[in-house]
């Protein structure tokens, strides 16, 4: 090797201007297994373990320059063309076809609406890039909602991916993992960027984050119980009748949420305060009955049948947990 020689390294092309011995003096030639500075490259440098080649009487720097252009298009375009095409194959994303009818397409080919959960994965390392997208991956497929990676990269967490969570911050996961910094972009309530510092936690905040995209559960919790032993019809109405009840539980108001059982399948259900047209104590007009009493109840427009139960309950709503969703791990 010898100054004025033409080499690449890595990706990048320079003349050697001079070269340097381990004591930083200048010498005019290089032999094998020699150590050797190089002085020549500007603003980038090959990076450690890159092989330094000398580049031939053909090449030089415009030549070069054009070629690692097409080369790292090639390059990038291949990799998003992997992406995309792996997430389709695994069914993560699916192409819409906004020039036909939905009519038109078989049931297959007709264009998904599913929400999609973007994520940004970021890491300091290239191997944990790759093991964190592997992770989101690995997250059992559900019916509410896609993943997608949008952007993955080495390095901290920066304005760039702030930039990008800005686009879709309701369904958008920024996770980083053993990155040191965080930028200061406003990610909102709720949208900050996840750390963490092992892999395996990746896919649990994934599945976090996709509860957010899951129905709640809703549960009756049950206020009162009563049996309708006898009914009675009244003048005035054709649409409903008088239910003579025993309360078997609880308490039985006329505010109450509502509903009737007829061999144990719902035949009524009234989310209100007001579908209680009467409840009476004898011939009073009464505002609850406790367990053990009898009284008369009216429905509005409900028809009740000897053997009915009817319930008051209130509704609570909860998320269901990652176990519920995609099993136990």
């Not at 320079?14 to 050797?36: F, M, R």
């Not at 070629?67 to 390059?75: E, P």
């Not at 760039?160 to 309530?189: A, R």
């Not at 053990?292 to 000897?306: A, H, K, S, T, V």
Request: charged residues 25%; aromatic residues 6%; proline residues 4%.
């Amino acid at each position: 090797m010898k100054p004025g020689m033409a080499v690449i390294g890595g990706q990048h092309y320079t003349k050697i201007t001079k070269l340097l011995d381990e004591g930083g003096n200048a010498i005019s030639e290089a032999h094998p297994s020699q150590p050797v500075g190089i002085v020549g490259f500007q603003a980038h440098l090959p990076s450690p373990n890159s092989t330094i080649a000398e580049a031939g009487r053909r090449v030089g720097q415009d030549e070069w320059n054009r070629f690692i252009a097409h080369f790292n298009h090639a390059k990038s375009v291949a990799s998003e063309w992997y992406d995309i095409v792996s997430q389709e194959q695994d069914g993560f994303i699916f192409e819409e076809r906004s020039d036909i009818a939905d009519e038109a397409l078989f049931a297959s080919q007709r264009r998904d609406t599913t929400p999609q959960l973007r994520i940004i994965a970021k890491a300091g390392t290239r191997g944990m890039v790759d093991a964190m997208v592997q992770a989101v991956y690995r997250v059992p497929k559900i019916s509410h909602v896609r993943l997608r990676v949008v952007h993955q990269g080495v390095g901290d967490v920066d304005d760039n991916d702030g930039q990008l969570f800005s686009h879709h911050p309701e369904n958008t996961l920024v996770i980083g993992c053993g990155v040191g910094n965080v930028s200061k972009h406003d990610f909102g309530v709720g949208g900050e960027p996840v750390l963490e510092k092992v892999i395996y936690r990746v896919e649990e905040r994934v599945k976090e984050r996709m509860l957010d995209f899951v129905p709640v559960i809703r549960e009756d919790s049950e206020l009162g119980k009563a049996r309708v032993l006898e009914t009675f019809r009244f003048s005035g109405s054709k649409v409903s009748n008088v239910g003579g009840l025993t309360i078997d539980e609880g308490e039985v108001k006329t505010s109450g949420w509502t509903k009737v059982l007829r061999n144990g399948v719902e035949v009524f259900r009234a989310e209100d305060n007001t579908c209680v047209v009467s409840l009476r104590h004898v011939k009073e007009e009464v505002s609850s009955m406790k367990r053990d009493q009898e009284c008369g109840i009216i429905l509005r427009d409900f028809i009740f049948e000897p053997g009915d139960e009817l319930v008051q309950f209130q509704v609570s709503e909860r998320r269901p947990s990652t176990a519920q969703v995609f099993g136990s791990s």
